[in-house]
């Protein structure tokens, strides 16, 4: 993978929050996907499976063995990224760019496809802990998308747990992670999430299939993207990507897998119990993502057909 250097990053997209206090826990209020032994951290939309190894693993996931707390480096914040030949070699002006592709795409490929207007999502830069209108959160949920405010939320430092414990240690499961949970946004804008909530309400024997279902349609948007990364471009109509190769697609396949519900349990040490599914396994998961990629078709992400 390799970043146009002449790219200019559009920092309106993220919000820096890394200076602010704020978690302290997951609150209520928000819209919760049923959680294999929640004990009741409910209160968010959790939208990537490291949630789940925060319960099977006793809670805490990531808070203790995070590489640094998250601040914006010495030199600056987001504001930094800004103007020509930014610093690439910053972990958040790479992924404010990631951004930037991620939503240049659905600015067109929403309306042209389902025929839809695409509204902007800011992504929120956090350390350690943050408030949402989903509730308070912290590093250890990892990602995640709250519907209430329409925003994306991240602790930059959350790749380096997903390199260290879970072995997804490519820098392409960046922007991965980040096309999921804006896929998220998508299936916001597009009434998906919402009918999944009253589907689980009507039936809440099958809440966690509907869950997987959601998770893996995110999957398989963040393929669709990454077929079309490398066609998207800066407000000025420079080009964000040189190339994405073979080898990028395979880090996030890897990163697909590492996060999958079994590998997950598997990772914290007990049985695999598929009861307990909310995101899909990582075969699935990787499934959906090679089938956004291959076809680069949004409209072939439907992992519902009539359950919906």
């Known amino acids: 993978m390799e970043l146009n250097e002449n790219a200019r990053i559009d920092t309106s997209q993220v919000e820096d ?22 004990g009741g951290k409910g209160g968010l939309i959790i939208t ?13 996931f990531g808070l203790n063995a995070l590489t640094d707390d998250g601040a ?3 030199d600056g914040g987001i504001e930094k990224c800004e103007g020509d030949n930014p610093d690439l070699s910053r972990r958040d002006c790479r992924n404010a760019l990631y951004i930037n592709s991620i939503q240049a795409y659905w600015q067109r490929g929403l309306p042209e496809n389902f025929g839809k207007p695409y509204q902007q999502a800011r992504t929120v830069f956090f350390a350690r802990g943050v408030n949402t209108a989903c509730g308070s959160a912290d590093s250890g949920v990892g990602p995640f998308y709250c519907p209430a405010d329409h925003l994306v939320y991240i602790d930059l430092t959350f790749y380096d747990e997903l390199a260290t414990r879970f072995g997804a ?93 079994d590998a997950i349990q598997g990772k914290a040490g007990g049985r ?13 998961r990787q ?18 057909g009539n359950a919906l």
Not at 24 to 32: D, E, S, T, V
Not at 48 to 60: N, S
Not at 272 to 284: L, M, N, P, R, V
Not at 287 to 304: A, I
């Open 169 to 261: 240690r490519g820098e392409f499961a960046q922007p991965y992670v980040l096309a999921h949970e804006y896929g998220h946004h998508v299936q916001s804008l597009l009434g998906t999430e919402a009918q999944m909530r009253r589907a689980q309400q009507r039936d809440p024997g099958n809440a966690n299939r509907y869950s997987v279902m959601l998770e893996l349609q995110a999957d398989c948007y963040s393929g669709v993207w990454a077929m079309h990364a490398t066609a998207t471009t800066d407000a000025g109509g420079q080009p964000i990507f040189k190339q994405i190769t073979d080898q990028d697609i395979a880090q996030g396949l890897e990163a697909a897998a590492a996060v999958g519900d």
């Open 287 to 304: 499934q959906w993502f090679s089938r956004g990629f291959d076809t680069g078709d949004p409209k072939q992400c439907d992992t519902f």
């Open 72 to 74: 914006p480096p010495a």
């Open 48 to 60: 990537l499976i490291v949630v789940v190894a925060t319960v099977l693993l006793g809670g805490g």
């Open 272 to 284: 695999i119990d598929e009861s307990k599914f909310t995101h899909g396994t990582s075969a699935q």
């Open 17 to 38: 929050r890394r200076g602010s206090p704020g978690g302290g826990g997951l609150g209520g209020g928000g819209l919760p996907i049923p959680i294999p032994g929640g």
